[in-house]
């Protein structure tokens, strides 16, 4: 357990563990012995316990959504601390706390590396709502997220529709293309091609986050040069820059669970999943987003009752969820008055 304090908005985060100690049945019919949930919160449980922020991490990020969302999280701020308790929990499957690969195998006394079982979006929800019991919660007044994390927030707001008041996702969608599952086989092929994989993986996901204008605006170089390129090296920077941070069996995870999603799987159909879904929803696209591109978002609003649907306009792709929070704010604050 530990406490962080950040100054630019006063507030403090909590970081613990919850020990599960029975027996978890995974989607795929393997199960884990038990579990490791690692979480970070800001801010206080009201007395209702009700005042929840439940916040889905994306593929390769962590529970201290402070670090990896700048200027969400803090007093006056949309996430605000004085009047919110905040939540985020580590995914099922990655390498930051959580039970994953990293993880020892009870069975064999070495980590489970690559015999990690194959996990689903379902599963990673149902971790969360293990730790919702735990930490006793009664309602969730938003529960958002973008990319993988915002695939958690639509199985959840399915599953468990009469928890959540409020639901936001973005840049996502209600099942993986087979456009998002071509470039995760892509990453895995350089993963399990042998030394590089990792950084070799994602140069391969930088594509797929940004964009063509992007690339060409930033990145190219003067007329004159022959070799290292600004676009190479930029590729190789952001490669080596995911190997200091992450694991590589996570990586595979974690883009296999990203796969598996579809809401309409033993639900007759996905719009049939998503009417079931009560929460008063928010659904932004990104214009430029070539992974998760808008029509994505609109079919998920078409097919959510009372869904409102919001576009942005950013140069930055698919990361524009993580880099328009500006713009984030300002939708959540005039169409969920948060």
Same mark, same amino acid.
């Not at 908005?9 to 690692?38: N, V, W």
């Given at each position: 357990?530990?406490?962080?304090?950040? $100054?630019?908005?006063?507030?403090?985060?909590?970081?613990?563990?919850?020990?599960?100690?029975?027996?978890? +049945?995974?989607?795929?019919?393997?199960?884990?012995?038990?579990?490791?949930?690692?979480?970070? #919160?800001?801010?206080?449980?009201?007395?209702?316990? +009700?005042?929840?922020?439940?916040?889905?991490?994306?593929?390769?990020?962590?529970?201290?959504? !402070?670090?990896?969302?700048?200027?969400?999280?803090?007093?006056?701020?949309? =996430? +605000?601390? @004085?009047?919110?308790?905040?939540?985020?929990?580590?995914?099922?499957?990655?390498?930051?706390?959580?039970?994953?690969?990293?993880?020892?195998? *009870?069975?064999?006394?070495?980590?489970?590396?690559?015999?990690?079982?194959?996990?689903?979006?379902?599963?990673?929800?149902?971790?969360?709502?293990?730790?919702?019991?735990?930490?006793?919660?009664?309602?969730?007044?938003?529960?958002?997220?973008?990319?993988?994390?915002?695939? %958690?927030?639509?199985?959840?707001?399915?599953? %468990?529709?009469?928890?959540?008041?409020?639901?936001?996702?973005?840049?996502?969608?209600?099942?993986?293309? !087979?456009?998002?599952?071509? =470039?995760?086989?892509?990453?895995?092929?350089?993963?399990?091609?042998? &030394?590089?994989?990792?950084?070799?993986?994602?140069?391969?996901?930088?594509?797929?986050?940004?964009?063509?204008?992007?690339?060409?605006?930033?990145?190219?170089?003067?007329?004159?040069?022959?070799?290292?390129?600004?676009?190479?090296?930029?590729?190789?920077?952001?490669?080596?820059?995911?190997? @200091?941070?992450?694991?590589?069996?996570?990586?595979?995870?974690?883009?296999?669970?990203?796969?598996?999603?579809?809401?309409?799987?033993?639900? @007759? #159909?996905?719009? &049939?999943?998503?009417? $079931?879904?009560?929460?008063?929803?928010?659904?932004?696209?990104? #214009?430029?987003?070539?992974?998760? *591109?808008?029509? &994505? %978002?609109? =079919?998920? !609003? +078409?097919?959510?009752?009372?869904?409102?649907?919001?576009?942005?306009?950013? *140069?930055?792709?698919?990361?524009?969820?993580?880099?328009?929070?500006?713009?984030?704010?300002?939708?959540?604050?005039?169409?969920?008055?948060?």
């Amino acid at each position: 357990m530990a406490l962080s304090f950040i $100054k630019e908005r006063a507030f403090f985060m909590h970081s613990a563990k919850y020990i599960y100690q029975q027996k978890f +049945d995974l989607e795929c019919g393997r199960s884990l012995p038990g579990l490791t949930i690692a979480y970070s #919160s800001y801010g206080k449980l009201n007395e209702n316990r +009700d005042n929840v922020i439940y916040v889905c991490h994306a593929l390769t990020a962590n529970s201290e959504v !402070a670090e990896w969302w700048p200027h969400m999280v803090g007093e006056g701020l949309v =996430f +605000d601390t @004085n009047r919110y308790f905040i939540v985020c929990a580590n995914v099922l499957g990655s390498c930051y706390g959580t039970t994953g690969p990293g993880s020892i195998n *009870p069975e064999t006394n070495e980590p489970y590396s690559h015999n990690f079982p194959l996990i689903t979006i379902r599963d990673i929800v149902r971790t969360h709502q293990l730790l919702v019991q735990h930490l006793a919660i009664k309602g969730i007044q938003l529960i958002c997220g973008g990319s993988l994390g915002g695939q %958690q927030v639509i199985e959840w707001s399915v599953m %468990q529709p009469d928890l959540i008041n409020n639901a936001f996702f973005i840049a996502t969608n209600a099942r993986h293309s !087979a456009w998002g599952i071509a =470039f995760n086989e892509a990453q895995r092929m350089a993963l399990m091609a042998g &030394e590089g994989g990792l950084e070799a993986a994602r140069a391969i996901a930088m594509l797929s986050y940004r964009n063509y204008n992007m690339y060409d605006n930033t990145q190219t170089d003067d007329v004159e040069k022959l070799e290292d390129f600004r676009a190479a090296t930029y590729q190789r920077y952001q490669g080596q820059k995911l190997k @200091n941070r992450f694991d590589a069996d996570s990586y595979l995870t974690l883009s296999k669970a990203m796969d598996t999603h579809h809401v309409g799987r033993g639900r @007759n #159909s996905v719009q &049939e999943a998503l009417a $079931k879904i009560k929460a008063k929803t928010l659904v932004v696209g990104i #214009s430029s987003d070539i992974l998760f *591109p808008v029509s &994505e %978002q609109k =079919f998920l !609003a +078409d097919n959510i009752s009372g869904a409102v649907y919001r576009e942005i306009d950013s *140069p930055y792709g698919h990361d524009g969820f993580l880099i328009e929070t500006g713009q984030i704010t300002e939708l959540l604050r005039k169409e969920l008055s948060i």
